[in-house]
């Protein structure tokens, strides 16, 4: 490949190349590449025998589609508009973080009740799109640059751990302090949990260890540890909820009504989460079915999992917007 390199824009040689990528990777060096900002083709795609293993720590059963380690923002960028094994797990993240943009300029200019939301309501519908942006912007850019260099990949991995426990603190604040809007002690506790939950994942997820493949079902874990723990305040209110609709009728239609179906959406999201998380600790379906060369490109366990997020996230906002237009309409509907 050195050889089809124009000695104006390649001047490295085959051996300096090679020093290059060692110092960039303790790893033994994939036969055949020699990264460099011009002479990688990014329209051919290597199998995983020929990458180095921090470019495939995230799933091994994926064995073809990758893109050659380039060392190049602008390979990088342009492989962004190319069929791989990363596409669908770009694009996903990135129409998602399209859609909530627009979304978000819609609630600016269209807000749930424009007479009695105060900035405090402005302010939680904030917070909560700013942990989508977060999460989706940086999943989006450590799928893009996952290969072009192993400092990059690490340092977006990082930032993509960050933005998932962030995201997960982000959507929970909101509903807290809609939840137990009369109860300020509960409320005040369980967002300073929320909080500090969410402040001890981060510094996890920084340090170094943590994003080794080995301790890949430890971060899963952690991930649904956090969102388990968070979890308890929508439990606790939601339980409060039934009991207090319990001894005004004998059934739950009170509960399933149009001023409840936000706890019903919640409780939706949550399946959908754990579901999502699950496929991908369990890589459903390329563990099941690991010859199918399909699922090297598309339809494996990271792209239904960001599906999943996506889909979960429309569901969370719809049930923010209803519990907002329940609080503006009448406080007293929240439990004491």
Known sequence: MADNCPSSSCSMTKESKRQNFKNDDDDEEPSGVYPCNTCPDVHILRSISEMPSWCCT???????????????SWQTFR??????NETGNIWTHMIGAIMFYFLFQHVCRNP????????ID???ICIFFFGVFVCL??????????SHSMKLNKLFAKLDYCGITILIGCTFIPWIYYGFYNSPWLQTGYISFT????IICVLFCVYDPFGVPQYYHYRTLMFLSHGFLVFVPAFHWTIREIANNADNRND????LSLDHRAHLLILIQGIIYLSGALIYMFKLPESIYPNVALFNLWFNSHQLFHIFVVFGLILYYHSLVL???MRLADPKCFVN
């Open 79 to 84: 492989s962004l508009f190319l069929i791989h």
């Open 137 to 146: 912007f940086q999943s989006t850019m450590y799928h893009l640059f996952a």
């Open 195 to 198: 909080t500090i939950c969410t």
């Open 323 to 325: 519990i907002i237009k």
């Open 112 to 119: 749930p009740d424009t007479r009695s939301m105060s900035r």
């Open 122 to 124: 402005f302010t939680l």
């Open 252 to 255: 739950f239609q009170s509960f």
């Open 58 to 72: 995230h799933n091994r059963i994926i064995f073809a589609g990758y893109r050659p380690i380039t060392l190049s």
